[in-house]
């Protein structure tokens, strides 16, 4: 070849190469900006980018949720900085039809990471006016911390008939999700999540971080960050249902709501192992009108906890234990104002349990709890069987300060049963400064499991009447009013 060939063959090789490259460079382009406008996961990859859009920041107007769980700091009310949003794909529109995640590339094997799959079903489901998300049975699906947004078409059930499987602890949760949350149902409107299969937590790892109590070295508690996430969250949502579920071995809360009005559990049946840190069954906070019926829980933390802001609670035929009770509360955490009313909590059983039902606010805080109905609940075995408990601390270095939320308006009838006898059945610690007033005690009746009689109930500052002669006798309920109930504008909610 002369030298002027040997240029125009380089010159074409160049040329041939260019246009190569441009192309996979033009392809990966059209790749990249069509996962973006759909907010698609990579198929490929287990590790998800954090979502370009912070999902929570065009709702300033919400109130910052309070962690009730005092062992974590309060956090913002963003559904997360991690796992990108499934958002909804503007599409042509069908009605009930079923989008099984199989036909979107899911393999159910149990190891592969089906992210993907469930993303894109999801994306298409969510257009469909009453479809189906099928997660078909038969199958164990792994899948990551997910955000499946909001708004769907009305209707739409996420019906889970097969295993659906959290990442195995925390060296398996990819680098870039958030440790707080795992499964994350968005600004919903309308929407079921049910099915005869299980949702599976693996939480063991978790619950044995160093960090989490009495899990480090000899029986030590390490310090530092001990994030733990819930299994699922609903946030920003209405009109929804969870029923039939078995849901198990969540690392924190199981199911929690948050932000949420207009909500129903059905026969969903919760298990975690007694000594499983944090793993509330339910929980509810900033949420309204919640329907929680004939479900089973034994887990290692509260049965079900209600946090600040919610009112309108309906919690009839469950059964808990082994676990800590039917919580209200912690509520007033940082001098924080907290407001709760209209709890019902009727045919309950209670059984081996750290509480029966059990009211806890700090030291410091504002607001009030309100009409709360405690009715028809069997005791059994039961450390603290009622107990209100106004000087709730973890540091057991908590000050005592002069505000506090007042509780008011607070019955419990038809309360049978025993208790365990290293702490008296019957415990009110109400604030020094704010009494609690109007306490109606009916038809208490609560007897030694095994052991001796503490017939020493203990009441501070608790105003109110029996109907009838509790067992054991409480004498120590102060009769009529206080002369000042304190300042009104910081006992205030609306
Ligand atoms: C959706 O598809 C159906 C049939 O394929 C068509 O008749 C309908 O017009 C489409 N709707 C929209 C909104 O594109
Ligand atoms: C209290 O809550 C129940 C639902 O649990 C609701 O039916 C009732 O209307 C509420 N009462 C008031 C006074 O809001
Ligand atoms: C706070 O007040 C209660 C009730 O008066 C009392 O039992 C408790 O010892 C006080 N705690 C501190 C830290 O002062
Ligand atoms: C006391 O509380 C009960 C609910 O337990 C309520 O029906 C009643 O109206 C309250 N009484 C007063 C005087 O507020």
Known sequence: MDSRKWILFIGI??????????????RHHIHSHKKHKSNNGNAGSPVY???????????????????????????????G??????????????????????????VGDGSTDDTAAFRDAWKEACQAESSVLLVPENYVFLITSTIFSGPCKPGLVFQVDGVLMAPNGPDCWPKGDSPQQWLVFYRLNDMTLTGTGTIEGNGEKWWSL????????????????????????????SNLM??????????????????????????????????????????????????????????????????????????????????????????????????????????????????????????????????????????????????????????????????AVYLSDVSFRNIKGTYDVRSPPIHFACSDTVACTNITMSEVELLPFEGILVDDPFCWNAYGIQETL????????????????GESNLYACN
Not at 53 to 77: Q, R
């Open 210 to 237: 160093p960090c989490k109590p009495h899990m480090g070295p000899h029986g030590s508690t390490l310090p530092g960050p001990c994030d733990s996430p819930a299994l699922i969250r609903f946030f920003m949502s």
């Open 49 to 79: 980018a954090p979502s370009p859009g912070d999902p929570g920041s065009d709702n300033p107007d919400y109130p910052p949720p309070i962690s009730s769980d005092p062992s974590n700091p309060p956090y913002s009310g963003d559904p």
């Open 242 to 403: 969870v029923t039939n579920l078995r849901i198990q071995n969540s690392p924190k809360f199981h199911v929690k709501f948050d932000g949420c009005e207009g909500v129903i559990i059905d026969r969903v049946s919760v298990s975690s192992p007694k000594l499983s840190p944090n793993t509330d069954g339910i929980h509810v906070e900033n949420t309204k009108s919640v329907g929680i019926y004939n479900s089973v829980i034994a887990n290692g933390d509260d049965c079900i906890s209600i946090g600040p802001g919610c009112s309108n609670v309906d919690i009839e035929s469950v059964t808990c234990g082994p676990s800590h009770g039917i919580s209200i509360g912690s509520l007033g955490v940082h001098n924080s104002r907290a407001c709760v009313s209209n709890i019902t909590v009727r045919n309950a059983i209670i059984k081996d349990s750290d509480n029966g039902v059990r009211i806890k606010t700090w030291q410091g805080g504002a607001g009030s709890v309100t009409g709360i109905y405690f009715e028809d609940i069997q005791m059994d075995n039961v450390r603290n069987c009622i107990i209100i408990d106004q000087y709730y601390c973890l540091s057991k270095a908590c000050r005592n300060q002069t505000s």
């Open 13 to 26: 090789i160049a040329i041939f190469l260019l246009q190569n490259s441009s192309d996979v460079e033009g």
């Open 81 to 106: 900085n991690s796992g990108t949003p499934v958002s909804p794909d503007p599409g042509n529109s069908t009605t009930g039809c079923t989008f099984n995640v199989m036909d979107f590339g899911a």
């Open 470 to 485: 509790t067992i054991p006798p409480i004498d120590c309920l102060l009769d009529g009013m206080p002369e000042t109930v």
